[in-house]
């Protein structure tokens, strides 16, 4: 059974950080299938950062250098430190592993608050 279990989200002001995890089981080596969505109300989901190869990231436009993704095999664990935090980045913040064995997973989402 896959399941991806996040951590790490919470209730920052702007300018601050935070690092929000996600563990995956029941797979191994799959980081590079791996990356973060998020969603704000009333909005559509969008992509975040994700995990191309073991060389390659892709980041949204609005990352501006301001966050960084990274995984650990050993641990089957993405990462996504955020820094900079702008209350437009306030959303609920959802893991995703894409086409793992033809299936796509998503974890439970995570809020993430930034105020101004």
């Known amino acids: 059974q896959v399941q991806l279990v996040e951590s790490g989200g919470g209730l920052v002001q702007a300018g601050g950080s935070l690092r929000l995890s996600c563990a995956a089981s029941?797979?191994?080596?799959?980081?590079?299938?791996m990356g973060w969505y998020r969603q704000a109300p009333g909005k559509p989901r969008e992509l975040v950062a994700r995990?191309?190869?073991?060389?390659?990231?892709k980041y949204a436009d609005f990352v501006e250098g301001r966050f960084t993704i990274s995984g650990d095999n050993t641990k089957n664990t993405v990462y996504l430190q955020m820094n900079s935090l702008k209350p437009e980045d306030t959303a609920v913040y959802y893991c995703n592993l894409e086409k793992y064995f033809g299936r796509d997973y998503w974890g439970q989402g995570t809020q993430v608050t930034v105020s101004s």
């Open positions: 995990i191309i190869s073991a060389d390659t990231v």
């Open positions: 029941g797979i191994m080596f799959a980081i590079t299938h």
